[in-house]
């Protein structure tokens, strides 16, 4: 089945120690968006990617970083990870034509 | 700008219960909605959409009705299940290169057996 995968599941990291979350897609989507989500919130869209044009949300700290090395892959790097940067972390797809979005499990980060 | 509302919850219903959560919008031009379904620990899952006004999106015994006049987006089912226990959310996208969605703040649902 086509699908994104998102890995680990669950991530533990130290203040300040950098992490990085993947995420990777078979339904050759050309966008691809990572979203940050607290407990009973709504998911926060950080930025997302149209193929290699990569557009960040002007209230994304720089704390968090992205790259997409290919179509199938997206990665979520956090610099220095604070407490405040625990949350489930998102990654969602949508083919260009399309308006729907395809989410991953997600990855629950815990920051000690 | 684009925005969704949903009634708060947590909303609590018996096992057979009729179920409604609420959803309005404020937009400009015709934007697609959506319903999307949170389990615990989970992603979200696209649960239906509509495009256009009149629209009926329907998937497993959920539906709502894309009503331009009231601006809504109402999620019912006639008969919950526990299994139905989770967050819904309601959003609005748009067809562009962007495609961002506008989530509403998401209810909760509790169905108790």
């Known amino acids: 089945d086509a699908m994104v995968i998102q890995n680990p599941r669950y991530q533990v990291t130290q203040f300040g120690k950098p992490v990085t979350l993947s995420c990777s897609q078979t339904?050759?989507?050309?966008?691809m968006y990572w979203y940050q989500q607290k407990s009973s919130q709504a998911p926060k869209l950080l930025f997302h990617?149209?193929?290699?044009?990569?557009?960040n949300e002007a209230d994304t700290p720089d704390n968090f970083q992205s790259r997409r090395p290919n179509t199938s892959f997206c990665f979520l790097d956090i610099r220095s990870p604070g407490l405040g940067d625990a949350a489930m972390y998102l990654c969602?797809?949508?083919?260009?034509?399309?308006?729907?979005?395809?989410f991953g499990p997600g990855t629950r980060l815990t920051v000690t | 700008g684009d925005s969704v509302t949903q009634m708060e919850g947590p909303v609590t219903l018996s096992e057979e219960a009729f179920l409604t959560i609420n959803c309005t919008y404020t937009?400009?031009?015709?934007?697609?909605l959506f319903w999307y379904v949170q389990y615990p620990g989970e992603g979200l899952q696209l649960l239906l959409k509509?495009?256009?006004?009149?629209d009926k999106g329907s998937n497993k015994g959920f539906e709502a009705t894309y009503r331009k006049e009231t601006t809504s987006f109402h999620l019912e089912k006639g008969s919950v299940q526990v299994s139905d226990s989770a967050v819904y959310f309601c959003?609005?996208?748009?067809?562009?290169?962007?495609?961002?969605?506008?989530f509403g703040q998401g209810t909760t649902l509790q169905v108790k057996p």
């Open positions: 937009a400009t031009g015709y934007p697609s």
């Open positions: 990617y149209y193929d290699k044009d990569f557009n």
């Open positions: 339904l050759n989507h050309n966008v």
């Open positions: 509509a495009t256009k006004a009149d």
């Open positions: 969602a797809t949508r083919r260009l034509a399309g308006e729907e979005q395809y």
């Open positions: 959003a609005l996208g748009r067809g562009s290169n962007t495609g961002k969605l506008i």
